[in-house]
Every structure is written in C-alpha cells, then in structure tokens.
C-alpha cells in the first residue's frame, strides 16, 4: 500500500501534466470571431476598386456633412445621461444597503426592469405620451415643457429613455461595488466626525466607488453612442442614426466612422481601467514614512 507521504518519481523521459486545451481554444476562436470582421470591414474601407489603397475614406469623415453636430450631440446625451441615472442610482443603492435592506430586492427588480421591455415598446410609450400631451394640455403651462423636452438640438426626451434603459447596467456595477466596501462603517466612521448624511455620501463612501462609478459611465456612455432604435423613430440623429443615413449615399464613409467610434469606445474604455487601478503611491509611501519619522524623534 502507498503511504500519504509517498510521491512516484518523475521519469527522465516522462512528460509532465498536460494542460487543458480548452481555454486557449476558446480565446482563439473568440479572437477569430471579433477580428475578422474588423479585418474585413478595413479592407472594405482602405482597398477602393480602380484606386487601390488608400485613406480617402477616414480623411473625408471630419469634413463629412453632419459628423460633428451629430457626435456632438451624442457626448452631450452621455454626459446628461450618466450625471442623471448616477444621482438618482447611487442614493438609492446607498439608502437601500444602510437603513431599508429588505426594499434591495425591490429596488433590484426596478432597475433590472428595462431589460425585459424591448426599446420598440419603450419607444411606442414614449411617442404616445408625446402625442397626447400636446394635444390635451395646449392650454396648460406643461405645454411648454413637451415642447422643450423635443427639442432637436437637445432632446432631453432621449436623455430620459437612455437613462431608464442604462439602469440595469449601472444598478449592478454599483451593487458589485457596493459588495466590496463596508458602507456602514464609512457612514458611521463620517457621522461620527461631524459630517452631515450628503457629505458623508460624497466624502467617505463615493472615493472606495470610483472603480462602480468608472465602470457605470463606461457603459452608459457605451450605451448611449452606439443606441440607434429610440433614437431613429423618435426622429433624433444622434451619432448613429448619422451613420445609418450616411452609408446610404457612402457605404465606405460609413464603415469607417463605425471603426472610429469603436476604436474612440475602446480607447474610452482602456482609459476608465487606467484611472480606476491606478494606486496612490504617494500616499502610501506618506503613511509609511511618518512612523519613521516619529520613532527617529523618540529616539533622541
């Protein structure tokens, strides 16, 4: 019988354990499946039949008619979007953790909601009321306020759907958030020092959220330049109904600023983790030298 302390030898000629194929396999065909495609879609825009190689298709993309009022358009959107649903989110999430745990359920379902409606409904709803509300309150002040939220230059009608349709995305980066960090003690630890409900909200829990914040207006601010359904049949052209309408007359013209705007969204992205893991190393090494410093003072 083999004893628990024995282990076999390893043979000179032997291999060792094989490594499972599976996840490099995966990556590869993963990898496969998101480059071909954008390999396809470069070679559309840079080999032109009759002129060979060439860039006239991103050179013409900032001179193009529409490119810079509609991108314009959509970073304003994202920045009202995400400042919206993170006021009325991270107050919601914070309150639900410390004083009414059993409302976190519910909150839960009210934000993951959206997902279930499709953005046609959504849409559907939205025109309805749109409708009805100048047509029923012609002779009410909240004429104006129909008016002024369908405003082409601003609409804040698309910052409202955009803001519903984001909260599932921002609700869970935030809870995720929320999980790692021991709130309570925070609040309590701010309240004790004299600091009011607000300012213990933005003093002590929201710098250990900056990473859930980081990763909720990444995606709201993803979700809102590349959104096109509630847009289009509201009658908005924001950044990618103009690239729908673009690759009618310029199929090529086209291609190329959904390359760019992927390449703006990764950068976008790549910058966010950047910030979010970036360490205090000069604080840290603060923390660390005052000890030192007070043991050399002692000493003498």
Known sequence: MARLGDVSPIRPGSRGPRRPLGRPLVLLLAGVYFLVPLLASTVFTVNVPGQGLTLSSYTRIFTAAGFTGSLLLS???????????????????????????????????????????????????????????????????????????????????LVLAYAVMALPFVYRALDAGLRSVDVRTLVEAARDCGASWPRALVSAVLPNLRGALLNASFLTLALVLGEFTVASLLGFQPFAVWIVQASGSDARLSVAVSLLSLLLTWALLIALTTVGNRRRTPRSSRTFEAPAASQGKTSR
């Open 75 to 157: 970073l304003g959107l994202a920045a009202a979007t995400v400042a919206l649903v993170l006021l009325v989110t991270v107050p919601a999430a914070v309150a639900a953790r410390l004083s009414a745990p059993r409302l976190r359920p519910v909150l839960e379902v009210v934000c993951t909601l959206p997902l279930v409606v499709p953005p046609v409904a959504l849409t559907a709803g939205l025109g309805t009321v749109l409708r009805w509300g100048p047509e029923k309150l012609s002779t009410t002040p909240l004429y104006q306020t129909f008016v002024a939220v369908q405003n082409p230059d601003f609409p804040l009608v």
